[in-house]
T-cell receptor, first 115, second 111 residues
Framework: AQSVTQLDSQVPVFEEAPVELRCNYS??????LFWYVQYPNQGLQLLLK??????LVKGINGFEAEFNKSQTSFHLRKPSVHISDTAEYFC?????????????FGQGTRLTINP | DTGVSQNPRHKITKRGQNVTFRCDPI?????LYWYRQTLGQGPEFLTY????????KSRLLSDRFSAERPKGSFSTLEIQRTEQGDSAMYLC?????????FGPGTRLTVT
């Protein structure tokens, strides 16, 4: 079975500062990795994904993440945050198999941007 | 626009009542998922459809829950005899390839 640990439940950051949201996963098989963002009372929006290839993946809204297989991590970064980045961020993993590729999510990190 | 609509967006019901939620993908997709998200938690998998066939169900899906996807298009999730513990956001997702795209969700409050 897979599991995902998001190491910080809340991250407060000042506007225009850099931010890193940490995600570690465990799995006995190869996986795909994702970051999603959720604004209040909305569904989840896909930020970025790692399927294969380059370990540094770029997503929407200036976010990027780096897949580190040896450390089983997939940390999310942004060099300069904006007030509009205030939201809940979820890391998710799924097995590379046929059929149901259900997502296993972490518990989320609440990113708060202060002016 | 994620290509998935869900109705209703909010539902308040009294304990013991039945409720039904609907998920409508804008275009046809083979794979459709339902998840449940309780306050302060990440979404948890409930069930998966490949076309009209329900191929996997989580143990979270008790016998009070039933999901259907007639003709492999829209899907419905019904909860019978609702309990306060059913209060959550119910999310539907489609998967064109490896990633999943979520609808806005239906927030259920059981009083």
């Amino acid at each position: 079975a897979q599991s995902v640990t998001q190491l910080d439940s809340q991250v407060p950051v000042f506007e225009e500062a850099p931010v890193e949201l940490r995600c570690n996963y465990s799995s006995s098989v190869s996986v795909y990795l994702f970051w999603y963002v959720q604004y209040p009372n909305q569904g989840l929006q896909l930020l970025l994904k790692y399927l294969s290839g380059s370990t540094l993946v770029k997503g929407i809204n200036g976010f990027e993440a780096e897949f580190n297989k040896s450390q089983t991590s997939f940390h999310l970064r942004k060099p300069s945050v904006h007030i509009s980045d205030t939201a809940e961020y979820f890391c998710a993993v799924t097995r590379i198999i046929q059929g149901a590729q259900k997502l296993v999510f972490g518990q989320g990190t609440r990113l708060t941007i202060n002016p | 626009d994620t290509g998935v609509s869900q109705n209703p967006r909010h539902k308040i019901t009294k304990r013991g009542q039945n409720v039904t939620f609907r998920c409508d993908p804008i275009s046809e997709h083979n794979r459709l998922y339902w998840y449940r998200q309780t306050l302060g938690q990440g979404p948890e998998f409930l069930t998966y459809f490949q076309n009209e066939a329900q191929l996997e169900k989580s143990r979270l899906l008790s016998d009070r829950f039933s999901a259907e996807r007639p003709k492999g298009s829209f899907s419905t999730l019904e909860i019978q005899r609702t309990e306060q513990g059913d209060s959550a956001m119910y999310l539907c997702a489609i998967a064109p390839l490896y990633e999943q795209y979520f609808g806005p969700g239906t927030r259920l409050t059981v009083t």
